[in-house]
């Protein structure tokens, strides 16, 4: 359903800083995962992606965990930098893929980088 | 390079009117999609369409409508009927049957003024 009037949970993270995202899903039928970045004023990016025959994905900067058990959902920066300010979103896709290509978007985290 | 284009990147409507956004994209993706965002929200889709000359209705498609006659394009129109059209709307692509993401562009901001 809608979310009107819900607005984005923060997080302040130090810069040089870890910073760790959560996500949690729904469908135990989702086979697929990806975090997407949007910064204020642009569309969102691509950032990394996991399929379920995998618990861990490391990218530069960037590692996603994915625990299929509690249908949970993390995304890990290191050494976090001002350029990481931005929204992140979680966003899953189950199959059958002959249904079409939907993605699921979770509701996003705004992440604050302090200098 | 290939990617998926909208414009205008600012668009002011006054009350009453109807606007259309446009969305083009060179991917030779056969999905494509229209999200609204208001500040400090989430993604809420509108409409999507899986091949040309098809499309459906998303979670928040009142006042809006959309054409699919190109492959390539995928133009939104909001209406006068859409009492609260001031918000951030993105578009995006994917392939059909992939397990790709989407593509997204780089946005419309509509204020009505």
């Known amino acids: 359903g809608e979310n009107v009037g819900l607005h984005l949970p923060t997080l302040s993270v130090q810069e040089g800083d870890n910073s760790i995202i959560n996500c949690a899903y729904s469908?135990?039928?989702?086979?697929?995962f990806i975090w997407y970045k949007q910064e204020s004023g642009k569309g969102p990016q691509f950032i990394i992606d996991?399929?379920?025959?995998?618990d861990k994905r490391q990218g530069q900067r960037v590692t996603v965990l994915l625990n299929k058990t509690v249908k949970h959902l993390s995304l890990q920066i290191a050494a976090t930098q001002p350029g990481d300010s931005a929204v992140y979103f979680c966003?899953?896709?189950?199959?059958?893929?002959?249904?079409?290509?939907?993605?699921?978007f979770g509701g996003g985290t705004r992440v604050l980088v302090k200098p | 390079d290939g990617g998926i284009t909208q414009s205008p990147k600012y668009l002011f409507r006054k009350e009453g009117q109807n606007v259309t956004l446009s969305c083009e994209q060179n991917?030779?993706?056969?999905?494509m999609y229209w999200y609204r965002q208001d500040p400090g929200q989430g993604l809420r889709l509108i409409y999507y369409s899986q091949i040309v000359n098809d499309f459906q209705k998303g979670d928040i498609a009142e006042g809006y409508s959309v054409s699919r006659e190109k492959k390539e394009s995928f133009p939104l129109t909001v209406t006068s009927a859409q009492k609260n059209p001031t918000a951030f709307y993105l578009c995006a692509s994917s392939i059909f049957r992939g397990e790709d993401g989407y593509t997204f562009g780089s946005g419309t901001r509509l204020t009505v003024v």
């Open positions: 469908n135990s039928a989702s086979d697929y």
């Open positions: 996991i399929r379920s025959n995998m």
């Open positions: 991917l030779n993706h056969d999905a």
């Open positions: 966003a899953e896709n189950a199959p059958p893929r002959a249904a079409g290509n939907k993605l699921t």
